[in-house]
Nanobody, 118 residues
Framework: QVQLVESGGGLVQAGESLRLSCAAS????????MGWYRQAPGKQRDLVATKSSGGNTNYADSVKGRFTISRDNAKNTVYLQMNNLKPEDTAVYSC????????????WGQGTQVTVSS
């Protein structure tokens, strides 16, 4: 069974920074994509950023230039450095791990709250 454990959320003021971490454990296929999604109250869950084990990255337009995703493949850990945070970044941030072999596997963390005050 795969588990994702997130850490690093909290309450900050606009313009400040936070760093989220997500460590995956269990039986993990080495070729995979890890990433972050967020869901604000009353809204759908949206992509923030993803990074494949091969290094390909993808960012939501709203966070480009402010957020940086990185990962340590040896530790099955993904990070999200969030700079210049804005009130509209307030959401529950969830870590995701997925891969495709003969079937698609998709796993989620429990989520961590990020609140940005103006």
């Amino acid at each position: 069974q795969v588990q994702l454990v997130e850490s690093g959320g909290g309450l900050v003021q606009a313009g400040e920074s936070l760093r989220l971490s997500c460590a995956a454990s269990g039986s993990i296929f080495s070729v995979n994509t890890m990433g972050w999604y967020r869901q604000a109250p009353g809204k759908q869950r949206d992509l923030v950023a993803t990074k494949s084990s091969g290094g390909n990255t993808n960012y939501a337009d709203s966070v480009k230039g402010r957020f940086t995703i990185s990962r340590d493949n040896a530790k099955n850990t993904v990070y999200l450095q969030m700079n210049n945070l804005k009130p509209e970044d307030t959401a529950v941030y969830s870590c995701n791990l997925r891969w495709s072999t003969w079937e698609v596997k998709n796993f989620w963390g429990q989520g961590t709250q990020v609140t940005v005050s103006s």
